[in-house]
């Protein structure tokens, strides 16, 4: 599906409990270009921070003691995303923060239509790691502050940008990616030149991979390339 016109959002929390946001950043894409941001401190809910949340985004009690509540901040948020699709990088994270932010405060739910760049880019790039930042890199975005919530919105927009208006390009996939793509599209055992002809990849390109992916434990033989399924 082509995507132009969305928001990416991203939430960062204080402790374990999905109520406790305590920062949000909003990125608005009007017809391919980011057209508005918006960033916010919340004060959390239940006011309290864990060790581990602190040290993945650097947030203290100290930040957000007079920060808004978060009915506060939505009232600015919900005007500039106002019939868009949300966009972020692992939905089931983001959307279970505002759904149960939004159940903690009484609010009526508007059932927000969401996509996630962290299952988009799984289908794009099947082997490796997912994490935003490496995402980001592949599709020609460096993150600088990651775990901040402004920044890693500003990420997933252009990952969504990438992702979602590309087909599945396999300019964007790694020459072992497209080996296993290959392997699984085929459902059978293929050698390498087989491989390489279907692929459209050099011979070498596919006999690096398959090594690769043999060490990965990704395929059963790096000499037939047969792929089986975990």
Not at 90 to 101: P, Q, R, S, T
Not at 177 to 198: C, R, W
């Amino acid at each position: 599906m082509a995507l132009d016109t969305f928001a990416a959002i991203d939430f960062e929390t204080a402790n374990n409990e999905r109520t406790s946001v305590c920062s949000v950043g909003i990125v608005v894409v009007r017809n391919g270009v980011v057209a508005d941001s918006f960033y916010s401190l919340i004060k959390p809910e239940p006011e309290y921070y864990t060790f581990w949340c602190q040290q993945v985004h650097g947030i203290t009690i100290d930040d957000t003691r007079n920060a808004p509540v978060f009915p506060e901040v939505w009232k600015q948020v919900e005007p500039l995303i106002e019939g868009m699709p949300l966009v972020a990088h692992n939905k089931a994270f983001d959307e279970n923060c505002l759904k149960a932010v939004f159940r903690c405060y009484q609010m009526d739910y508007p059932d927000y239509t969401f996509l996630c760049t962290l299952q988009k880019s799984k289908r794009v790039w099947p082997c490796g790691h997912h994490n935003l930042d490496i995402i980001a890199e592949r599709c020609g975005y460096h993150l600088a502050n990651h775990h901040h919530a402004l920044a890693d919105a500003e990420a997933c927009a252009a990952i969504a940008l990438k992702l979602f208006n590309h087909n599945n390009d396999p300019y964007y996939m790694e020459a072992k990616d497209k080996v296993l793509e290959t392997m699984k599209q085929a459902g059978t055992p293929l050698n390498a030149g087989k491989v390489a002809e279907l692929s459209g990849l050099d011979r070498k390109e596919v006999d690096k991979a398959m090594k690769q992916l043999k060490e990965e434990g990704a395929i059963v033989s790096p000499k037939r390339c047969y792929w089986e399924p975990k």
